[in-house]
Structures are given as structure tokens and as C-alpha cells.
């Protein structure tokens, strides 16, 4: 309902003339201060729009008067960064892995470095602790497939494993039931010696050790420890990269596993390599 404005004898404000159920809307005006503040942004507004970037054009857009580009300036900020790390980075690229790793600065610098590589690039598999997961290494033991000194670890992360790298590190387990090289009954035979290997209350079939020494010794040796030459595991520890219950080891006998870790080269600088090599060879486990 809308009636002529009038004046409110309670409040001594007038009406604006529109009144709902009885009840009548004053003609309070907002704050002198509040208006201002208003005008003044968008004063400030329009003003922002001249001088900074704003509004986007076709293929380009508003660059304004003062010319700012965000991007430039984190660029610029960047560039300083990397200016100021130079030095330091010449003297880890000279060093070897041993003169980095006996040298306090560079190998303080060195970790700095491997400790963000390794969150960017590599926890996404071996998890921010480096403990692993399955089909992932642990990092943190002696567990090594292919060597845990500084310079193996560095040639592992170079290469990869089964990657794309023309010197990646590769040796394919037979899938023996897949390939039919063993039976069921034979690969089940051969599941049980592997777990007494760590298990001494597991007693072997007859014949699986003459099945064992035909077809893994020539790659996990004849007592089972494996090389880090061949990237063959341990089999006499409880270490076990896929599992060590029944079914999983018949699973990696029957069908082989193969997994892949990519080749850092090329998409790590060197030095950085470098730092994730001593970062991973100081979590606890390098040899």
C-alpha cells in the first residue's frame, strides 16, 4: 500500500509513504559518512581502472597507465632468487657427490634443495616421509633394489626404472605361469620355500629348492639375497615390496611385476638431482 509521505509523531521522521500490514517505512537518509565513503570508492574505482590493469580486450586487455604486471614482478622476484643461488649452484654442479656430502655448506644447500624436490616430485609415490607404500619403496631402511651408495641412488633417480630412458635401469621378472614356465602346483611349491627363506617354522616342499635353483637363482642367487647389480630383491628378509603372504607372492610368480619410477633427467636440472640424491641418501637408509 502506498499513501502520501507524512510525518511519524513517535520519531519525528517522515514516512516515505509505503506502509505493509500496518506497518510504515521511515525515510531515514544513510549516513552522511557512509555516502561519502561511497562516492569515494567509486571515484577510486573508475581511478584504479585507468592506472591498472582491468579490463580484458579481445587478445589483450587494459594495460593502464602505470604499466604493472603481476607477473613481471614475480618474474623479476624469481629471477633474484635464482641470481642469488647461482653461486652455490656452480659449486654443487662442480662437486662430486662425496666432496657435497663432506663440504657443510654445500650439503646444507644440497638438502634444501632435495628436501622441495622430493615433496614436488616424489612423495606423490613414496609419500612426504619417504616410507613408501606397496609396489612404492621404503627409503628409509637399507632395502636397496638397486644400490643405496650416493652415486647408485643418483644414477637410479638419472635413469629411472623401466623408464624412457635409453640407460634406464631394467631387468623383467618371467611372468612363470603366464609365460608357462611353472605350474600352479609348482609356483605354490616355489611360494613356500621363498617364505621359509624368512620364516624358519616354514618348512619347504621336497623339490622346491631344485625348482628355485633352476629358474630365480641365476637372478635372486642361490641363498636367495638377490643383487642389487639386477635389481633383484631379497628374498630372506621381511621386506617385501608387493607382500610376502601367500597370495601375493604366487601373484608376483605367476604374473611378474614391473614397475616403473620415471627418468629425472631432463626434467630436473642437475642440480637438483644432485640435492634429491643426498637428501634420499640422509633419510636413514644409504649405504
Not at 13 to 42: F, Q, S
Not at 65 to 76: E, F, G, N
Not at 153 to 182: C, K, Q, Y
Request: aromatic share 8%; hydrophobic share 40%.
Amino acid at each position: 500500500m502506498s499513501k502520501k509521505p507524512q510525518l511519524d509523531e513517535e520519531t519525528g521522521v517522515h514516512t516515505t509513504g509505503h506502509a505493509w500490514d500496518g506497518i510504515k517505512e521511515l525515510n531515514n537518509p544513510l549516513p552522511r559518512w557512509w555516502v561519502w565513503t561511497w562516492l569515494v570508492c567509486i571515484i577510486w574505482g573508475f581511478g584504479y581502472m585507468v592506472v591498472y590493469p582491468s579490463w580484458p580486450l579481445i587478445t589483450s586487455y587494459v594495460k593502464g597507465t602505470a604499466d604493472y604486471s603481476q607477473r613481471r614482478t614475480v618474474m623479476k622476484e624469481m629471477a633474484d632468487i635464482k641470481a642469488s643461488r647461482a653461486p652455490m649452484v656452480a659449486k654443487l654442479l662442480a662437486a662430486n657427490l662425496q666432496e657435497i656430502q663432506n663440504t657443510p655448506a654445500l650439503q646444507e644447500f644440497a638438502m634444501a634443495g632435495g628436501r622441495a624436490a622430493f615433496g614436488d616430485n616424489c612423495a606423490g609415490c613414496h609419500g612426504i616421509s619417504a616410507s613408501g607404500a606397496k609396489g612404492y619403496p621404503d627409503l628409509n631402511d637399507d632395502d636397496w633394489l638397486w644400490g643405496g651408495t650416493l652415486e647408485l641412488i643418483h644414477e637410479t633417480i638419472t635413469v629411472g626404472v623401466r623408464s624412457i630412458h635409453e640407460d634406464t635401469r631394467i631387468n623383467d621378472m618371467p611372468a612363470f605361469l603366464d609365460d608357462e614356465l611353472l605350474s600352479k602346483q609348482e609356483i605354490g611349491q616355489v611360494v613356500t620355500l621363498v617364505m621359509s627363506f624368512s620364516d624358519p617354522k616354514i618348512t619347504a616342499p621336497k623339490g622346491a629348492d631344485v625348482l628355485f635353483e633352476d629358474n630365480c637363482a641365476s637372478c635372486h642367487g642361490t641363498d636367495g639375497k638377490g643383487s642389487t647389480e639386477l635389481g633383484s630383491p631379497n628374498l630372506t628378509d621381511v621386506k617385501w615390496l608387493y607382500g610376502g603372504d601367500h597370495a601375493s607372492l604366487t601373484e608376483t610368480i605367476s604374473h611378474s611385476r614391473k614397475g616403473v619410477m620415471p627418468s629425472w633427467h631432463g626434467r630436473l636440472s642437475p642440480a637438483a638431482i644432485k640435492g634429491l640424491a643426498v637428501y634420499v641418501h640422509s633419510l636413514g637408509g644409504g649405504q
